[in-house]
């Protein structure tokens, strides 16, 4: 009995380290879009976000999302943009500090599968687009298995409505 109770606590330390590792993931990629001098990384802002989606809607290889792509995003791209930062940047506070687990890490596969089904055609090569493919699974396991032993949502302070 001990030792199936101490593996659980291990597997929810594991499962705390993983879940702030994705969220360092969705903040780093978001920090990217923030405007100087808060961004990280050697873009900031979201201009570079609009020749990639001009790419995107111009290879996506699904009909319905290229038509999707080049009527309604390309026009509103700046929405868009600033949707996709503000998306990851929340998912990324909320998996980092453990709040709202299961419902930032759902908002996070959504996220994922959408770069998937549109940025990830820009790459001709398929080794590169794993490194789309893999944040769909990786948010999800979040999803799954929920925020792990380190998580402020444990807290007793914290209400019942950002728990996961």
């Known amino acids: ?29 978001a920090s990217q879009k923030w405007p100087e001098p808060l961004g990280f990384g050697p873009t900031h802002g979201i201009q570079w976000m609009h020749p990639l989606m001009q790419q995107a809607a111009a290879v996506n290889p699904i009909s319905l999302l290229r038509d999707a792509l080049t009527q309604l995003v390309l026009p509103n791209w700046q929405v868009f943009a600033l949707l996709q930062a ?32 549109t940025v990830a055609f820009t790459d001709t090569d398929v080794g590169i687009r794993w490194l789309y493919y893999l944040p769909v699974l990786a948010s999800f396991e979040v999803f799954v298995n929920g925020s792990g032993a380190w998580a402020v949502d444990r807290a007793r302070f914290v209400p019942g409505w950002l728990r996961s």
């Open 86 to 117: 503000a998306g990851e940047t929340a998912v990324g506070v909320l998996l980092i500090l453990g709040i709202a687990t299961r419902p930032a890490a759902l908002v996070g596969t959504l996220l994922a599968i959408n770069l998937s089904l």
């Open 1 to 29: 009995m001990g030792r199936a109770g101490g593996g659980r606590r291990q597997a929810d330390v594991w499962h705390s380290l993983f879940r702030i590792g994705v969220g360092a993931y969705w903040l780093y990629f």
